[in-house]
């Protein structure tokens, strides 16, 4: 990981997740070898090999199986991404009174929303076109479904698309920590690496005698 010798630099998810399989895998190798204490070539390379502690720790606690950023990981991620959900609860709930109320039901081609460029929509036949008032975004390759966004749901999908800009930022800051670990611990990084290379090493010459 070059970008750990540099200041500026920040890991992102994918680099992330790939620091946390190995710093796992040889987690792993300290569990099953570490015990035996340099009594065999693998347990010897174990027992010599620093571990970066607080990089792994931090790095399974806060990676999703997913690759995402739990919603843990930090207070100010939690708050916004809960407050996401809510209003993704909101829309939904709007768009179903709405199209209940003015039995558009039948004005769709789905009766469910969507989204298109970002943003909830709802996919108006084409054939409606007008009947629904509000910001037209897209057209299905079929030219039969015009994606509108709804009047009602223009401030509500603008306050969603401030809260993912939260998130986002909220993120690169939250990995910008997790960098900092694990710059901080570099060398150990580094030598765990370098046990994961020998150990492979050693069972290719197993395998080949």
């Known amino acids: 990981f070059p970008v750990l010798e540099s200041e500026r630099r920040v890991l992102d998810l994918d680099a992330l997740v790939a620091l946390s399989h190995v710093l796992a895998r040889v987690a ?3 569990e099953a070898l570490g015990r035996e204490d340099g009594e065999s070539v ?34 100010e991620l ?14 939904l709930t709007k768009v179903k009174e709405f199209i209940s109320e003015r039995e558009m039901g039948p004005l769709l081609q789905d009766d469910y929303v969507t989204i298109s460029s970002d943003r909830y929509v709802l996919p108006l036949r084409a054939n409606f076109k ?13 030219g039969e479904t015009i994606y509108v966004e ?28 997790l960098t900092g670990l694990a710059r901080d611990e570099r060398r150990e990084v580094a030598a765990a690496y370098r046990m994961l290379v020998d150990c492979d090493v050693l069972w290719a010459k197993a395998a080949l005698a």
Not at 50 to 69: F, H, I, N, S, Y
Not at 152 to 161: D, M, P, T
């Open 130 to 142: 007008g009947r629904l008032p509000g910001v037209i975004h897209d057209y299905s390759q079929t």
């Open 78 to 91: 939690f708050s916004v991404r809960q407050e996401i959900r809510s209003i993704h609860q909101t829309i």
């Open 28 to 30: 792993a190798l300290r």
């Open 42 to 75: 693998l347990g010897g390379i174990v027992s010599r090999t620093p571990w970066a502690k607080k990089t792994q720790a931090a790095l399974a606690r806060c990676l999703a199986p997913d690759g995402r950023l739990k919603d843990e990981s930090s207070p």
């Open 150 to 177: 709804p009047f009602f749901l223009v401030e509500i999908n603008n306050r969603l698309q401030e809260l993912k800009n939260e998130e986002r930022e909220a993120e690169a800051r939250f990995m910008a920590f």
